[in-house]
């Protein structure tokens, strides 16, 4: 008989944004005219097309394909062709970060690479994760077997954890701009968990999917913004976000060459020789057409678009902050992400509020429950939908609360 992980018997029934598409159908079926009114603002999906450049240059590379001269087979190391992460290092350096190319490897996304890393990383460490966070961290340490603990991001802190010194983390998991908050740290903040990871021999892991919607001036885009960080730090990102690449795949990770830790005979160990040892064997790398639309995603042409769908959101997200500044509900984010996380009015939990706003006003949300304990009686709304879409739904919770 074949045994299984029981590591899964100890996870949430359902991943959470499938535990609210199921509420959702049931909705739905139960209801179906209601449901004709339905205001998605729940998973951070994006709803604008891709850049032009970037359709272009994916198009390109597929007639690329069809030619016996230009067609490609495998990406030889997995790790992502030259031209794409050479444009990704040239990025970092335009936000003041030195990541050299050979550091950065392409892959499907930030969620694969959140839950795939702890493959590389053994039993028994304390991995500690801001509460509430992306449920992908903790879930893919509880199916590995591991033990997480929580830093509290609170109303109190501001929705920033700050580093214990009475704990000793082995593993680090940071996101900023967070989702589900859109909380950032500032430089000073970074450098004190960077300060905190090489007291500790610690590793962060650190998420900055949402770089691309920080914008205020002093806050970090790359944790590779604070001195040290190369010697403590693997950094995750994703295009899903900046270029609306949700459906179309592409995300990298920097294993910086710096980061180096013991083994158990006490030789050192580059994270980022084991990382490529663990993708050479489980991962053939991103699509051909996909890395040359990501590619196109850096050039200036790219950039300029992109940078007009993601106006397109923040626009959004001053609507919903707008609707909240009216209603006096307490919120952060916004400002430098697409997330809104505002309080459940009347000391509401979040999913008896996620059940009203949907039966009530046919709008879903994600209920901060789902983030971790810290975001019981919290509600994140995200900025990802039409203009249209979002303006209707803050007049029907207008009109719901008011
Ligand atoms: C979210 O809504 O939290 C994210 O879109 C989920 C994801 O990126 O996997």
């Not at 335009?94 to 694969?112: H, Q």
């Not at 009686?377 to 995200?382: A, I, V, Y």
């Amino acid at each position: 008989m074949a045994k299984l992980n029981e590591n899964f018997s100890k996870l949430k029934k359902n991943y959470l944004f499938v535990e609210i598409s199921k509420r959702i159908k049931a909705y739905s079926e139960s209801h179906p005219e209601e449901a004709k009114r339905l205001i998605r603002m729940g998973i951070g999906d994006v709803t604008r097309p891709l850049a032009p450049a970037v359709v272009d240059a994916m198009k390109k590379a597929a007639d690329e394909m069809g030619v016996k001269e230009t067609f490609r087979g495998y990406d030889d190391l997995g790790v992502g062709y030259d031209f794409l992460r050479n444009a990704i290092s040239d990025y970092y350096k335009s936000f003041g970060a030195e990541v050299s190319a050979d550091e950065i490897r392409v892959s499907d996304g930030a969620k694969s690479d959140c839950g795939n890393i702890v493959d590389i990383f053994g039993a028994g460490n304390t991995v500690l994760v801001t509460d509430p966070a992306y449920p992908v961290y903790v879930d893919s340490n509880i199916m590995n077997g591991n033990e997480v603990i929580f830093a509290d991001s609170t109303e109190e802190n501001g929705f920033a954890a700050m580093p214990d010194s009475n704990i000793k983390a082995d593993l680090i998991y940071l996101c900023s701009p967070n989702n589900p908050t859109g909380s950032v740290y500032n430089k000073a903040q970074l450098k004190e968990w960077v300060d905190y990871a090489l007291a500790n021999n610690a590793v962060i892991i650190y998420d900055a999917a949402y770089e691309a919607f920080i914008t205020e001036a002093d806050i970090p885009r790359s944790i590779y913004c604070v001195e040290g960080a190369k010697k403590c730090a693997i950094e995750i990102c994703s295009l899903s976000k900046t270029a609306g690449f949700t459906g179309t795949r592409c995300g990298y990770t920097v294993v910086p060459n710096e980061l180096i830790q013991k083994d158990i005979a006490g030789n050192d160990v580059k994270l980022a020789d084991i990382w490529q040892r663990r993708q050479g064997s489980k991962f053939n790398g991103v699509s051909y057409p996909v890395q040359r639309a990501a590619e196109a995603v850096f050039s200036p042409e790219g950039q300029k678009q992109c940078r007009e769908n993601i106006a397109y959101y923040q626009e959004n997200a001053r609507v919903i902050a707008a609707t909240c500044d009216k209603l006096g509900i307490k919120y952060t984010g916004g400002v430098n992400s697409p997330y809104i996380w505002l309080k459940c009015p009347n000391g509401m939990g979040s999913w008896d509020f996620f059940d009203k706003l949907l039966t009530e006003i046919q709008v879903v949300g994600t209920p901060g429950a789902g983030f971790g304990k810290n975001g019981d009686g919290w509600f994140r709304l995200t900025a990802f939908g039409t203009h249209e879409a979002t303006k209707e739904a803050m007049e029907r919770l207008e009109n719901l609360l008011k």
